[in-house]
Nanobody
């Protein structure tokens, strides 16, 4: 059974940092691209970053580019998202998601929900003074 468990969220002041983790199990983690998605209160889902299985391709939404960094440790079956220079508008529930197809190298479809098949339950990030 595929399981994705996010952690590391919390309350942080504007300008602060957090590191989110996503522990994966139930599949061969190193075979699949992974992504992070967030949903702010009252808003739709926003895919903010993705990484391929070899960590040599990463993608970011314009809203987080230059502030967030995605990474993965295939030996630990864990995906990470480093959040720096946080803004109040980054307040959201953050989810990790598994790509649907093993070996998919990402590309210009990296942000499409149809390319991912499993999600975790999320971790809440609140940015407030």
């Amino acid at each position: 059974e595929v399981q994705l468990v996010e952690s590391g969220g919390g309350l942080v002041q504007p300008g602060g940092s957090l590191r989110l983790s996503c522990a994966a199990s139930g599949f061969t983690f190193s075979d699949y691209a992974m992504s992070w998605v967030r949903q702010a209160p009252g808003k739709g889902l926003e895919r903010i970053s993705a990484i391929n299985s070899f960590s040599d391709r990463t993608y970011y939404a314009d809203s987080v580019k230059g502030r967030f960094t995605i990474s993965r440790d295939n030996a630990k079956n864990t995906l990470y998202l480093q959040l720096n220079s946080l803004k109040t508008e980054d307040t959201a529930m953050y989810y990790c998601a598994k790509a649907k197809t093993a070996g998919w190298a990402l590309g210009n479809r990296w942000f499409l929900a149809t390319e991912y098949d499993y999600w975790g339950k999320g971790t809440q990030v609140t940015v407030s003074s």
